[in-house]
Structure formats: structure tokens, C-alpha cells
């Protein structure tokens, strides 16, 4: 959880900064911070466009330029050609629906999170799916 409370200091959001680590085998396999996508203006440079709107956390994902650190860490695994199924995640925050789902899909066994998130939907996807989620102390 170290880790991914220093990953997410390169955050580029300037609502809420997010860190995340994929881990498998006691080995790190990937890291993810929230931020644009690569070659778009980052929030802190261009703004927040949910912010402007008056957009609470948690609601309107598809207004945000940003990806979630979960989503990061997943794509730089798929980026590269790194299996992380059967995979340990640790993030700084719960992970929302959007992201409980990537994780479901990606074959993510176990999620280890410290701060909340208002998304009590992704807790019960996650435990139908049968992914692990436990609050880290």
C-alpha cells in the first residue's frame, strides 16, 4: 500500500489523486496513477471539466478526461503483454463500478483498497464475482 500511496502522487487530477499496484506472486507487475490518457491535456494544466460542471465525486465517469488508477495499472499490464490474472491489486481508494468491472474481467483475484468511494454497487459486483475485497488498516 506504501507503493501505491507514492504512485499516486503522479497524479495529474486535481480532484482527488489515486494510486495503484497489480501485484501477482509477491512480484509488482504494474502501476497506475489517475491522469489522461497519453498525448491529451491533463486536468491540472487544462482543468476539470466535472469540477466546472459542479459534478459530485462519483457520479459522471464519462465526463471525466481521466482514466482511474485501476484502469492505468490494468492497461499498462495489457500495454505490455502481462498476464494479471490471479492478481492482487492494492489502490489508495475503493474502486468504482466502472473499475470493479475491469478488474472482474481482467482476472483480478483479490483487492486490497484503503480510503472509501460512494459506489456501493462495484462492493456487490465484486462479491458476486467473488473478488476478495478487504479494507486495508
Not at 462519483?58 to 492478481?87: F, M, P, R, T
Amino acid at each position: 500500500m506504501e507503493i501505491a500511496e507514492v504512485v499516486k502522487t503522479r497524479s495529474t487530477c486535481t480532484r482527488r489523486q489515486v494510486g495503484a499496484v497489480i501485484v501477482k506472486e509477491k512480484q509488482i507487475l504494474t502501476t497506475g496513477y489517475n491522469g489522461a490518457p497519453k498525448g491529451i491535456g491533463h486536468c491540472d494544466t487544462r482543468g476539470c471539466p466535472k469540477a466546472q460542471m459542479n459534478i459530485p465525486s462519483g457520479q459522471g465517469h464519462e465526463l471525466c478526461i481521466a482514466l482511474h488508477a485501476e484502469q492505468n495499472a490494468i492497461v499498462q499490464a495489457s500495454y505490455h503483454g502481462i498476464s494479471i490474472k490471479d492478481s492482487i491489486m492494492y489502490v489508495t481508494t475503493k474502486p468504482c463500478i466502472l473499475c470493479a468491472k475491469m478488474c472482474i474481467n481482467a482476472g483480478v483475484r483479490k483487492i486490497i483498497y484503503k480510503g472509501d468511494y460512494p459506489d456501493d454497487l462495484s462492493t456487490e459486483l465484486l462479491e458476486e464475482a467473488g473478488v476478495e475485497l478487504i479494507k486495508f488498516n
